[in-house]
């Protein structure tokens, strides 16, 4: 299938997670308070390896403001094959990696390119009011099905630092919800910039797996 059923410039869908409202959408202008609020949490903060410390609004103003460029622009391409490749050509991740409870912004997970093998890598950040409901696990397979279906992604990395294992039950987790035949495992060291929880370098658990779409969804 060469074209989407709808690549409208602002996306939603809805993720089930008993007894709450959450959804997994594209950006939105009026989002960086929110994004400034959650990523201010040290608890969230010092887990993201690229996100700076001390994170300030203006840092989200300025991040906010290129991701809804780039994701203006590649919901606009009409077909798979078009936005599979401007996608890795622009180097941000997929559009739709705002996770919402009602209309409020309280994360994100997103897919980037990770390297020249049309690779991508999720990563992804959540509220601490907002975890242990397994909404992290039903984003990912929710997006991951988004990204094959709409951007021809076929092939996922992952990692998890070893002092973070509800990360790596998360990985495992939507590993089992989407992994397609076997999954790479492997290790690699983490540097980590000044300031975070962990100083210097520490040792992180990597996956790297394949996903397919939905029947009708080739490119």
């Given at each position: 299938m060469a074209e989407s059923l709808n690549m409208a410039l602002s996306q939603s869908i809805k993720l089930d997670i008993p007894g709450g409202e959450y959804f997994l959408t594209t950006f939105?202008?009026?989002?960086?308070?929110?994004?400034?609020?959650?990523?201010?949490?040290?608890?969230?903060?010092?887990r993201l390896i690229r996100i700076p410390k001390p994170y300030t609004l203006e840092d989200a103003k300025s991040w906010l403001s290129s991701n809804l460029a780039s994701q203006k622009e590649l919901l606009a391409i009409p077909t798979v094959s078009e936005r599979h490749a401007a996608f890795f050509k622009q180097g941000?991740?997929?559009?739709?990696?705002?996770?919402?409870?009602?209309?409020?912004?309280?994360?994100?997970?997103?897919?980037?390119?990770?390297?020249?093998e049309t690779v991508v890598e999720m990563g992804?950040?959540?509220?601490?009011?907002?975890?242990?409901?397994?909404?992290?696990?039903?984003?990912?397979?929710?997006?991951?099905?988004?990204?094959?279906?709409?951007?021809?992604?076929r092939k996922?990395?992952?990692?998890?630092?070893?002092?973070?294992?509800?990360?790596?039950?998360?990985?495992?987790?939507?590993?089992?919800?989407?992994?397609?035949?076997?999954v790479e495992t492997g290790r690699k060291i983490l540097v980590w910039p000044v300031g975070k929880r962990v100083e210097?370098?520490?040792w992180s658990s990597t996956w790297l797996w394949n996903i397919e779409p939905e029947e009708g969804y080739e490119f």
């Open positions: 939105e202008e009026h989002d960086a308070e929110a994004m400034h609020e959650v990523l201010a949490i040290d608890s969230v903060s010092d941000n991740s997929i559009p739709v990696k705002a996770i919402r409870h009602k209309d409020k912004f309280i994360g994100s997970i997103s897919l980037a390119p990770h390297s020249t992804y950040y959540l509220h601490p009011d907002h975890q242990g409901k397994r909404i992290m696990r039903e984003a990912g397979k929710k997006l991951l099905r988004y990204a094959a279906n709409e951007f021809g992604i996922v990395f992952c990692s998890a630092d070893d002092g973070n294992p509800l990360s790596a039950k998360v990985i495992r987790g939507v590993l089992k919800d989407t992994a397609v035949g076997d210097g370098e520490s």
